[in-house]
């Protein structure tokens, strides 16, 4: 029997969001097949978001935390983090290091190959260089992943359009580039119960719902870029012409005091039910609550709960933002919004609430579409493919 291959997987933290989920999946489906011997480094789980390093633990994932890896940039930790990176691919034969995040992306490429590290390939789940942020910023990120691209043998990207992005800025890895769709653990969404059942019903009920609230939710970190405000804003709109419509909205951060206020001077306080975080466990819950979901994020790779309310059968409206457009057919399987719009946002939701119908032809297509293209396994597949192409 052949030696299994020895794959290193870097992360800066393991919180829980997308990113993590993904590189958590992956290095699951890895960890279960003998042909692999995989690791999983990272830094501490620190901030409100909750942590997935306990389930790694569970799921018997070899495990390296580095303390003083963080996402915010300190010159000092970060030196120490690259350092310690450099000596575990010194001591250990890796055969291939997957990088992922930004600063894992910078730091763990770099170790890899300064300690000689045979195959270097990265994962970009969102790009840290973004049209939000200050010019300075922009050019320094972009540079950063330039140069870094050269010492790198395979970029995967979640979608497209991260390609694109990055390929504008002439980000331009050694053997190019690779969409693998981020993967998520798809059977738990498509056993929620449709909202009309007696057991959907009895799950509203326990959250303070009656029959006739058309819930709409969100689920996201209350962070910057996250797009809240404008949810907030738009749901106003659609409470004022719809009485029975109400919000829910999942997630925590820094974010929340200023949200309810916001909501508070628009008159929907009272409408619009901050659930706080959960854990991911109970995000089929939640959207069993659902009847639509909204994501109106500004920027994001490929957001995993587009696919997951999809394949629970609620109908997503979204901003046409990064890899929105490759999980939504605009108008068949949901609706894309013009970024920052507010007015169209409310008459897509208005739309939903009017139609049953409607509802269920968005779901039942959206289902047929998300099933084979995001499902963990399939990503697990394509991932050992462009590994296996790399090594021979």
């Not at 996402?71 to 290091?97: C, G, H, M, T």
């Not at 009272?270 to 920027?299: N, W």
């Not at 108008?331 to 739309?351: D, H, M, N, W, Y």
């Amino acid at each position: 029997m052949s030696k299994p291959v020895a794959v290193c997987h870097v992360i800066t933290r393991m919180i829980l969001g997308g990113a993590q989920e993904n590189t958590l999946l992956t290095v699951r489906g890895l960890h279960e097949d003998p042909d692999w011997d995989t690791i999983l480094v990272t830094g501490p789980a620190l901030g409100p978001e909750g942590e997935l390093i306990e389930e790694a633990r569970e799921l018997g994932i070899k495990l390296l935390i580095i303390e003083q890896m963080r996402r915010a940039i300190n010159p000092f930790r970060d030196l120490i983090s690259f350092f310690k990176l450099w000596q575990n691919f010194r001591k250990n034969d890796y055969e291939i290091v997957h990088t992922h995040s930004s600063k894992a992306g910078i730091i763990g490429r770099w170790a890899a190959f300064l300690a000689g590290v045979p195959l270097i390939v990265h994962t970009i789940h969102g790009l840290p260089f973004h049209q939000y942020q200050a010019r300075y910023k922009f050019w320094f990120y972009s540079f950063l992943e330039k140069i870094t691209a050269l010492i790198t043998d395979k970029i995967i990207t979640v979608c497209d359009r991260m390609t694109d992005q990055a390929k504008a800025v002439g980000v331009n890895p050694r053997q190019g580039y690779r969409t693998v769709y981020s993967g998520m653990k798809l059977e738990e969404f498509l056993a929620v119960p449709q909202p009309s059942s007696q057991s959907a019903q009895s799950l509203r009920e326990k959250w303070g719902y009656h029959e006739k609230d058309f819930v709409i939710g969100k689920i996201a970190r209350l962070f910057h870029l996250k797009g809240y405000k404008y949810f907030i804003e738009a749901f106003a709109r659609v409470a004022r012409e719809k009485p029975t419509a109400r919000a829910l909205i999942v997630g925590d951060g820094i974010l929340r005091e200023q949200l309810e206020e916001q909501a508070e001077k628009l008159g929907v306080r009272d409408k619009i039910q901050f659930a706080g975080l959960v854990p991911y466990s109970q995000i089929p819950e939640m959207l069993t609550v659902m009847d639509c979901l909204v994501h109106t994020s500004l920027r994001e790779g490929l957001p995993r709960v587009i696919p997951q309310a999809q394949a629970a059968g609620r109908p997503v409206v979204s901003y046409a933002i990064d890899g929105a457009p490759e999980a939504i057919e605009d108008g068949k399987t949901g609706f894309l919004i013009e970024p920052r719009e507010i007015e169209q946002l409310a008459r897509s939701v208005s739309k939903l609430i009017d139609s049953a119908e409607l509802r269920g032809q968005f779901a039942e297509r959206a289902r047929e579409w998300v099933v084979p293209r995001f499902h963990w396994q399939t990503m697990v597949k394509e991932i050992k493919k462009c590994y296996n192409q790399l090594l021979e």
